[in-house]
Antibody
Framework: EVQLVQSGAEVKQPGESLKISCKTS????????ISWVRQMPGRGLEWMGQIFRDDSDITYNPAFQGQVTISADKSFGVAYLHWSSLKASDTAMYFC?????????????WGQGTQVTVSS | QSVLTQTPSVSGAPGQRVTISCTGSSSNIGAGYGVHWYQQLPGTAPKLLIY???NRPSGVPDRFSASKSGTSASLAITGLQAEDEADYFC???????????FGGGTKVTVL
């Protein structure tokens, strides 16, 4: 069974760093792209970027380029989303999701989401 | 305002047919990139309903169907059920922005 299990909710202060994770299982990690998607409170979905296999193949939404870092450890089948300095506007639910086959294909399996709250 | 424009809300009685539109441009839907549709129930992760414009993943009821014409795509729900009350999002790649995009979402209400 394909599963994407995300790390738990986080409450951070502005300026702090944070790395959340997405642990995959039930399929070959190196065969599928993984995307990260943001959903701000009461808002729609925003595609942030994607990674394939390891840190050598990453694509960012230009709106998120430089704001976050996507990485992965293919040995453990885990994808990460990292902030070096959080802002209050980073408060949102973050989802990881697996691409069905190729880059640009639909997202067929999703993590449960990680709530990130940034507040002083 | 989203590059992929969706009607904010649609409603229908049980058993009726509703359609959700996703209007784009020549750099996304009109360029032939696949359109994907998702259903998001309150407090849950989105679920893939349609991929590559027309295709249903296994397990998705055939009450859900999709089409495309020019720079717009549509999702139709026939035989509307109470459990279909949710937010629906379209997704497509945009070559001008060099990124994948989601539409702003459509809330479906079952009367």
């Amino acid at each position: 069974e394909v599963q994407l299990v995300q790390s738990g909710a986080e409450v951070k202060q502005p300026g702090e760093s944070l790395k959340i994770s997405c642990k995959t299982s039930g399929y070959t990690f190196t065969s599928h792209w993984i995307s990260w998607v943001r959903q701000m409170p009461g808002r729609g979905l925003e595609w942030m970027g994607q990674i394939f296999r390891d840190d050598s193949d990453i694509t960012y939404n230009p709106a998120f380029q430089g704001q976050v870092t996507i990485s992965a450890d293919k040995s453990f089948g885990v994808a990460y989303l990292h902030w070096s300095s959080l802002k209050a506007s980073d408060t949102a639910m973050y989802f990881c999701a697996r691409h069905r086959d190729r880059s640009g294909s639909g997202l067929d399996y999703w993590g449960q989401g990680t709530q990130v709250t940034v507040s002083s | 305002q989203s590059v992929l424009t969706q009607t904010p809300s649609v409603s229908g009685a049980p058993g009726q047919r509703v359609t959700i539109s996703c209007t784009g441009s020549s750099s996304n839907i009109g360029a032939g990139y696949g359109v994907h549709w998702y259903q998001q129930l309150p407090g849950t992760a989105p679920k893939l309903l349609i991929y590559d414009t027309w295709n249903r993943p296994s397990g998705v009821p055939d009450r859900f169907s999709a089409s495309k014409s020019g720079t717009s795509a549509s999702l139709a729900i026939t035989g509307l059920q109470a459990e279909d009350e949710a937010d629906y999002f379209c997704q497509c790649y945009d070559s001008s922005l060099s990124t994948s995009l989601f539409g702003g979402g459509t809330k479906v209400t079952v009367l």
